[in-house]
DNA sequence: TTTAATAGTTCTGTAACATAACAGTTCGCA
DNA sequence: TGCGAACTGTTATGTTACAGAACTATTAAA
């Protein structure tokens, strides 16, 4: 069945509505606007977002192994062996041997690899600032809690 | 180096202070909650999370192009044609031809798509309900706006 | 009327993982 | 104290969910 088409001049708005019923939609396109703003910040220093994820947790944690960064970062152990490669091949981290368990690397960053730590949060941080600039500090901290208390209601 | 491992009794709690400073870290994790339900959902049905979106939008858009579906989605024109052969497949929507212009289709979902589109909506609408039974109408209001006002900040 | 632009399509590539199977090591306990 | 189970890291392969470039058919513009 042919459609008769009146040409519209002006560029005709989508209804999305139903869509914006659902949380997951909306969140979607929230967390894409953000990831991509983290995303350039991150390219520029040739990182991608779960290989910086993981300094920052070896940053603050150190000599952790990488079952517990996979615990961390809710990627498999597999796939830490990769980020773990990446970041070690850079001397960003060290893999050390632990006295007493043969199986297990204690992962620590390096003095590069804090600095480049710090540099990269300080650039993102005002990336964000700017990204956020029309929330308040309050609406931020709600924002902040509401999303965590989505989290935390996994089934 | 190796280091001395005093083995903790208790599972070591993995500090995430400066992620968690980050909001697309809080985002990606909520959003990965919410994500997962709905994938149930839809899995029930054998519906990816893009499909059904498609066919949202093609439901409350009858006759639109898979141009503006695409941009509707912000995915590239060559991924529709992959979800729309899909749904077509599937017989929930239609490809038809549009007097005046025969390169375009005019997508329309059937009575079979309309159908389907509506149940799922139900269930979502439930599973979602479930997983924010935390949070009261005022807050999720308030968590829609905020998502909202992140989305629209985008460069 | 030749040229440019547009819609849909196909093919290939890529990112970011997961899954399964494996070796080396340590633990549980009979 | 020895032996199977469990655990750590690793490799190889598969999957998902797209993007990008190049193509054809068609329409619009110069």
Redesign the interface.
Known sequence: ?????S?PATA?Q??????R??????????????????HRVLAEHDLR?TTF?AL??I???S??TQT?LA??L?IERSSVVVVVDELEGRELISR??????RR?Y?LRITLKGRRLFERI?EE??QH?NA?????SDA??E???G??????????
Chains 1, 2 share one sequence.
């Open positions: 069945m042919a459609i008769s088409a040409k005709p989508i209804d999305d509505t139903t869509l019923g659902f949380i997951g939609y909306t969140m979607k396109r929230a967390y894409m606007v953000v990831r991509n703003d983290m977002v994820s920052c947790i940053a603050e944690n000599d952790l517990q615990g961390a809710k050390n041997r632990v006295e007493g368990d297990t204690a949060v993102a941080k964000e990204l956020l600039s029309d929330l609406e931020r709600t924002l902040f509401l999303l965590k208390r989505v989290e935390n209601s996994a089934s």
